[in-house]
């Protein structure tokens, strides 16, 4: 029997912008999926065509439970989760041999199988390696850890990242003179929180201003404009939605003595909750008992 665990992804500044080139911050987050797999005759498999991808892919059988941390299609990257951290517990389970960027490989290749060409390597790779990383071009650049806390705010309105991917396509073919300026715009924005990543108020002013051009490329939710709104009114440096969008997560960041303040606004406001911070590990394999 084997255990492994990776984290959730958020993404800090830059989502969408990145489909396009540009760059985008995205982290490593405490909320964990925890895989366990068991070489059996009888496979007994969630229901999960990640899951079952990961055993093709490796080219055994065996079962699995998954014990996960992360809420589903909320926009932290908990199907990329589960995809490295199955992969990572069947190559031990059944002594594979594969190296920690083999596994990030794979699972990025089943994403993308399994989410029909839309997956980006993105949260695959956040939830192998753990820690900050500068997103640009595909290729990822890891950052200085940084010991901020992030209240997020899942609005429990179920969305698709794919055709959040698409809505903002439609847009950019449509209107590219409208479109292409606030994609720059937000490109622009991830280059300006690197030089200021150690002054939470401008990071704030920041992500308010990327909350703003999310809106105007048209993935907002009234839901996760109430959540955003809540979250400055109690004393966040700055709040934004997280992830695709139209639904699924905003974040927020906030001063520490503010943080439970700022969470008890979200559920006030029909959200859920979670307060976090980086999490520099990746995939990490679990002792047992
Ligand atoms: C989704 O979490 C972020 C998007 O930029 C898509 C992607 O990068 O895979 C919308």
Redesign the pocket.
Same mark, same amino acid.
């Given at each position: 029997m084997a255990t492994w665990s990776a984290p959730g992804k958020l993404?800090l500044f830059g989502?969408?912008a990145?489909?396009y080139g540009k760059p985008g911050i995205a982290m490593a987050i405490r909320p964990r999926v925890y895989v366990t797999v068991r070489k059996s005759s009888h496979a007994h498999h969630a229901r999960s065509l990640y899951i079952e991808q990961c055993f093709k892919e490796m080219g055994v059988r065996g079962s699995v439970y998954i014990n996960s941390q992360i809420p589903s299609s909320s926009?932290l990257g908990s199907s990329g989760a589960v995809t490295v951290a199955t992969l990572a517990a069947i190559n031990e389970e059944f002594n594979i041999g594969k190296t920690i960027h083999e596994i990030a490989n794979l699972a990025f290749k089943i994403e993308k199988k399994v989410q029909k060409g839309r #997956?980006?390597p993105?949260?695959t790779s956040v939830s192998t390696y753990g820690g900050m990383f500068l997103i640009l071009n595909g290729e990822r650049k890891r950052l200085a850890p940084q010991n901020y806390q992030f209240v997020i705010g899942n609005s429990q309105i179920s969305h698709s990242?794919s055709r959040?991917?698409e809505r903002v396509a439609q847009f950019k073919e449509g209107d590219p003179s409208i479109c292409n300026p606030i994609i720059d715009a937000i490109g622009g924005l991830s280059y300006q929180a690197l030089q200021h990543i150690h002054d939470p108020i401008r990071l704030g002013e920041l992500m308010d201003i990327n909350h703003a051009l999310l809106e105007a490329l048209g993935v907002g939710h009234p839901a996760l404009s109430r959540l955003v709104l809540a979250c400055r009114q109690t004393g966040a440096y700055g709040a934004k939605i997280t992830? #695709?969008g139209g639904g699924g997560c905003m974040v927020a960041l906030a001063p520490k003595n503010l943080k439970g303040r700022v969470a008890g606004a979200i559920e006030v406001f029909d959200g859920r909750a979670i307060i976090t911070s980086l999490d520099c590990e990746g995939l990490r394999r679990e002792e047992e008992g």
């Open positions: 993404f989502e969408h990145v489909v926009g #997956a980006s993105t949260d990242t959040m991917v992830g #695709a």
